[in-house]
């Protein structure tokens, strides 16, 4: 089991900057990516960006440029650098962890973008 926490939200204003953690313990080992997903109401949960165990980082192309994916393997926590915030980036973040084609997920933290 892996079990992922997620903490760093809040309220910002248009144009501000959060940057959100998700701490990962129990079994990470054999953890091959981690990723940043995001549910805004009454829609659907969208990736957002994720890490792989190489360092390799991808994003979609509503964050590529604003948000930046990072890992401190040394305390097993991914960040979410989120820049350039706008109202529609409002959302619960979720962490995702995937290990041997599973994934699991944190229980989410919101982050709401408005002046």
């Known amino acids: 089991q892996v079990q992922l926490v997620e903490s760093g939200g809040g309220l910002v204003q248009p144009g501000g900057s959060l940057r959100l953690s998700c701490a990962a313990s129990?079994?990470?080992?054999?953890?091959?990516?981690m990723a940043w997903y995001r549910q805004a109401p009454g829609k659907q949960r969208d990736l957002v960006a994720r890490?792989?165990?190489?360092?390799?980082?991808y994003y979609t192309d509503d964050v590529k440029g604003r948000f930046i994916i990072s890992r401190d393997n040394a305390k097993n926590t991914v960040y979410l650098q989120m820049n350039s915030l706008k109202p529609e980036d409002t959302a619960v973040y979720y962490c995702?962890?995937?290990?041997?084609?599973?994934?699991?997920w944190g229980q989410g933290t919101q982050v709401t973008v408005s002046s």
């Open positions: 890490i792989f165990s190489g360092g390799t980082t």
């Open positions: 129990g079994g990470i080992s054999g953890i091959t990516s």
């Open positions: 995702n962890a995937l290990k041997i084609g599973r994934f699991y």
